[in-house]
């Protein structure tokens, strides 16, 4: 006994030193020697260091939401906004206090935490407004035609021919708003009016444009006509601060998504480059800008190209300097590749299971990321956590990494049941951003450009045929803006509104035309090559 004796000791005393911070803290728990033997010791991240990125895995139902939850009530606390995914709604607890229980208190108890049960500032998103949170959109053109690839599943080839046509689009004037626009634009290339152009652009075969058409058309098909458009998120939004002084926690519904998982992912991973685009350079800082918590990670590295692949791993890399943290979760390391993975400063590690040889292997592979650690068999630990424990280390102020801990759980003081439907829709009615984001704006864009080229067309032909009703003469209508969503206050039809919502529409085909050449410089990493 005596030599295990003073193993534990010599463990608690390298996890007390290398986990004692002079900067504010996240609380994660408190270091374990044995299955109910708690050291007295406090595991956790320091605030600085979030900026680091961070991984979160185990296998299901061991605790990583959680972990994830109790992460961001401390961040909100320490007035650091938060954007994280909610595929399965049990974050949207966040909002309401927790329910004491003797189990949550019992664990409270052990880890010396103060429970009290709190609510948090949230704010509600629904992907496409999918869902009972503020429509989320983002417009086909920002979206960009990599992001697009990935989520039609397009090869190379295909891929750089889609770049083509976001190319030619941005050349011809033709705004791509949605996906009628880029349908439009490329039905029109492979059109007799079009051919022509597609000749010039070189590169692009109508065999492949005919691929990508029929893509896009399955895309619509399948619900994803929803995730484009306008009003596009306002990437500000995600970086509030409630009256209170705590950050604004922005929870994303994901609507059904089986069919298409992976337009979920990289509608994340767009978000990230734009937030990567929109934010300034600050550095390292004492306090992230945002923290940002991708869950279900591997739909988004599954079946990707390594161009893809380096581009996430570009921006997860860099976006450090703009102060904004990254933390995956997943249910295990290996669903992670390797060049993001090196770059997780902090690793909460659930129990993994041990079941199948596919689970041995993966267990193997876990162990052998971790370079160096004070247990003896590392994967006997990691097979035997309970739930709400983890194996833990961070990067340390310096930027070293800390002990790999034996870690139980802080218990959340939020709601860890989904938040009752009567607040979410209360939330977002008295949302400052619901007028912003729950009218749906349709402006002029390719597909009504083309669509009255092709009748200009067919007028001009008809001139030189026999003479014609003046009556029935086509007189070219400025567009209206499209019904508001069906979910927003409709009796807003009004002359009133129309004209408001006319300003909105004119200032904002400037302001596209501005952006759309700013993108063409700045749309960054997850751009194809221009040529
Ligand atoms: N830190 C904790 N404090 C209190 N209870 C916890 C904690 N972690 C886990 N639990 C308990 O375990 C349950 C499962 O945890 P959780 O939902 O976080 O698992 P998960 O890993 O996210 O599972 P899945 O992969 O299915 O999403 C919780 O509902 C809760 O009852
Ligand atoms: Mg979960």
């Known amino acids: 006994m005596g030599a295990s004796d003073a193993a534990d000791q010599e463990l608690t005393d390298a996890v007390r030193a290398g986990y004692a911070f002079e900067g504010a803290v996240l609380e994660l728990g408190g270091l374990l020697l044995g299955a109910d033997r708690l050291a007295g010791v406090p595991v956790r991240i320091p605030l600085a260091m979030l900026t680091r990125h961070g991984l979160i895995a185990g296998a299901t139902g061991t605790g990583k939401t959680r972990t994830l939850q109790l992460l961001v009530e401390q961040l909100s606390a320490q007035g650091v906004p938060v954007f994280a995914a909610d595929i399965k709604g049990d974050l949207s607890g966040l909002a309401q206090p927790g329910e004491p229980s003797e189990k949550l208190t019992a664990r409270a108890a052990t880890l010396g935490q103060q429970w009290t049960a709190t609510g948090f500032p949230v704010e509600f998103y629904a992907i496409g407004g999918v869902g009972s949170g503020l429509p989320l959109r983002v417009t086909m053109s920002a979206f960009g035609p990599t992001l697009l690839s990935k989520v039609l599943g397009l090869n190379e080839t295909q891929e750089s021919s889609l770049g083509l046509v976001f190319h030619y689009?941005?050349?011809?004037?033709?705004?791509?708003?949605?996906?009628?626009?880029?349908?439009?634009?490329?039905?029109?290339?492979?059109?007799?009016?079009?051919?022509?152009e597609l000749k010039e652009l070189g590169g692009l075969s109508s065999a492949t444009a005919g691929v990508i058409l029929r893509e896009l058309i399955g895309l619509e098909d399948q619900g994803g006509d929803v995730f484009f458009g306008e009003p596009e998120l306002d990437t500000a939004d995600l970086l509030q601060v409630a009256p209170d002084g705590r950050g604004l926690v922005s929870l994303v519904e994901l609507p059904q998504l089986q069919d298409r998982p992976a337009i979920f992912s990289t509608f994340l991973m767009w978000l990230l480059a734009d937030l990567f685009h929109e934010l300034p350079e600050v550095g390292d800082v004492d306090k992230p800008k945002l923290v940002f918590f991708f869950d279900e990670a591997h739909l988004l590295f599954a079946d990707a190209s390594k161009a893809f692949l380096d581009q996430v791993a570009q921006t997860v890399r860099l976006i450090r300097s703009k102060g904004v943290g990254v933390f995956f979760v997943t249910q295990g390391p290996t669903d992670v590749p390797e060049a993001v993975l090196a770059q997780l400063g902090s690793r909460v590690q659930h129990q993994l299971r041990a079941h199948t040889p596919n689970d041995a292997k993966a267990l193997k592979a876990t162990v052998a990321?971790?370079?160096?650690?004070?247990?003896?068999?590392?994967?006997?630990?990691?097979?035997?956590?309970?739930?709400?424990?983890?194996?833990?280390?961070?990067?340390?102020?310096?930027?070293?990494?800390?002990?790999?801990?034996?870690?139980?759980?802080?218990?959340?003081?939020?709601?860890?049941?989904?938040?009752?439907?009567?607040?979410?829709?209360?939330?977002?009615?008295?949302?400052?951003?619901?007028?912003?984001?729950?009218?749906?704006?349709?402006?002029?864009?390719?597909?009504?450009?083309?669509?009255?080229?092709?009748?200009?067309?067919?007028?001009?032909?008809?001139?030189?045929?026999?003479?014609?009703?003046?009556?029935?003469?086509?007189?070219?209508?400025?567009?209206?803006?499209?019904?508001?969503?069906?979910?927003?206050?409709?009796?807003?039809?009004?002359?009133?509104?129309?004209?408001?919502?006319?300003?909105?529409?004119?200032?904002?085909?400037?302001?596209?035309?501005?952006?759309?050449?700013a993108r063409e410089i700045a749309r960054g990493v997850f751009k194809t090559g221009r040529r």
């Not at 004037?173 to 039905?187: E, H, I, K, N």
């Not at 045929?465 to 009556?471: K, L």
């Open 169 to 196: 689009a941005d050349r011809a004037g033709l705004p791509l708003l949605d996906l009628a626009d880029l349908r439009a634009v490329v039905a029109h290339l492979l059109s007799d009016d079009g051919k022509a």
């Open 369 to 517: 990321t971790y370079p160096t650690s004070g247990y003896a068999d590392l994967g006997a630990v990691l097979t035997g956590l309970g739930i709400g424990e983890a194996i833990v280390t961070v990067m340390d102020e310096r930027g070293a990494p800390t002990p790999v801990a034996w870690t139980r759980l802080r218990a959340p003081e939020s709601r860890m049941d989904p938040c009752d439907p009567d607040l979410v829709a209360a939330t977002v009615a008295a949302s400052p951003r619901a007028g912003k984001y729950q009218a749906t704006l349709d402006r002029e864009s390719a597909r009504e450009i083309l669509a009255g080229r092709l009748e200009n067309g067919a007028a001009k032909q008809a001139d030189e045929a026999p003479p014609r009703d003046p009556a029935t003469e086509h007189v070219p209508v400025p567009k209206a803006p499209r019904k508001s969503s069906s979910k927003s206050s409709s009796k807003s039809s009004s002359k009133q509104d129309d004209t408001v919502v006319e300003q909105v529409v004119k200032s904002a085909a400037f302001k596209d035309f501005m952006r759309t050449a």
